[in-house]
């Protein structure tokens, strides 16, 4: 007893510092109050809803997508809601010229850039791998590429600013999940590249945060349309989903898990228990009525 006591005191005196020493700032909507931020894939879901919050906050923001109808009203949107200012760059993610372009945009329109919000993702299917090589490839381009193509363009602006990266990713990024072969594959891509710069950042004094967000199943139409069907698990709201994000961000934390409880908790097991958390996974889907290939 009395040695557990000389591990268990010392071991819980660290995790009660540690818990003080993260939870240091909190999060005020005045810190994206005049910020320049650009938000990928804010036609619609998750994105759009980044762009409103952000124009509540007074930030200047620089919306992107495929549609530009949508990003109109978008637009429109944030310029009703307060936003320092409110645009568009239409076009898609396909095209590595285009992804420098939208930075380019920012540059030449708002001066510079003290956010990047990566958070786009190119149209996949919700079933069995169908072993088309040439989609995994598109995919990777639209949902990964184009992410290291604008980061590349924008770093000199985030450097000048002291600014941040935020990319979206998902727990399919994380751990194996089923029907999402092409997707997890390109959101692991992403968190060994941006894990990895993070360090590199680190080491030569780079003053860019960059959040990786781990997201749980969220209530986007396309998410819904896709899988709830097959997943057993209410989705949760896209609004609160895009708050966390741009908290996460602003406050420059490693990483954002929403929901907690989902994500995080899971992930505890996924060195120790590998097997374990992959039959949990298999739990939550309807496996004996597979989404159509
Ligand atoms: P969504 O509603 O499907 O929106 C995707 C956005 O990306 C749209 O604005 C779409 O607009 C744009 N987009 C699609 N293809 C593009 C292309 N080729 N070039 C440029 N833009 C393109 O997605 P979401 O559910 O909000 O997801 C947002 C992020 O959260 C993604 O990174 C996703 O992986 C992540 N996430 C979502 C969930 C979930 O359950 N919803 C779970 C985990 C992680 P256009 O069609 O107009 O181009």
Same mark, same amino acid.
């Given at each position: 007893m009395g040695r557990l006591q000389r591990i268990l005191?010392?071991?819980?005196?660290? $995790?009660?510092?540690?818990?003080?020493?993260?939870? @240091?700032?909190?999060?005020?909507?005045?810190?994206?109050?005049?910020? @320049?931020v650009i938000v990928t894939g804010a036609s619609?879901?998750?994105?759009?809803?980044?762009?409103?919050?952000?124009?509540?906050?007074?930030?200047? $923001?620089? $919306?992107?997508? @495929?549609?530009?109808?949508?990003?109109?009203? $978008?637009?429109?949107?944030? @310029?009703?809601?307060?936003?320092?200012?409110a645009r568009l760059v239409s076009g898609s993610m396909e095209d590595m010229a285009f992804a420098k372009r939208v930075v380019?945009?920012?540059?030449?329109?708002?001066?510079?850039?003290?956010?990047?919000?990566?958070?786009?993702?190119?149209?996949?299917?919700?079933?069995?791998?169908?072993?088309?090589v040439e989609h995994v490839q598109k995919l990777l381009d639209i949902n990964f590429l184009s992410y290291v193509t604008m980061t590349v363009s924008a770093l000199p602006m985030l450097k000048q600013s002291g600014g941040s990266i935020v990319v979206v990713s998902s727990m399919a990024g994380k751990v194996g999940f089923p029907f999402t072969v092409p997707y997890s594959a390109t959101k692991f891509a992403l968190d060994g590249f941006f894990s990895s710069l993070r360090q590199e950042f680190s080491i030569q004094n780079v003053n860019v945060s960059i959040t990786l967000c781990i997201l749980s199943f969220i209530d986007t139409e396309s998410a819904v349309r896709a899988a709830a069907d097959v997943v057993l698990m209410s989705p949760a709201p896209k609004e609160e989903c895009a708050l966390e994000i741009i908290k996460g961000g602003a406050l420059r934390q490693r990483e954002v898990y929403y929901k907690y409880a989902l994500t995080k908790i899971p992930l505890l097991l996924r060195d120790w228990a590998a097997e374990l958390l992959d039959y949990l996974v298999r739990q939550h889907y309807q496996v004996e009525r597979p989404p159509a290939a």
């Open positions: 005191i010392p071991f819980l005196g660290l $995790v009660l510092a540690f818990c003080f020493y993260s939870a @240091r700032e909190n999060f005020q909507p005045e810190m994206l109050k005049g910020k @320049r619609t879901g998750i994105g759009e809803q980044m762009a409103y919050h952000l124009a509540r906050m007074g930030a200047h $923001v620089l $919306v992107t997508a @495929r549609t530009e109808a949508k990003l109109q009203k $978008v637009v429109e949107r944030c @310029r009703e809601l307060g936003a320092g200012s380019k945009a920012a540059e030449a329109e708002l001066g510079g850039l003290d956010m990047l919000i990566l958070n786009h993702v190119g149209k996949s299917y919700f079933s069995y791998f169908d072993g088309d």
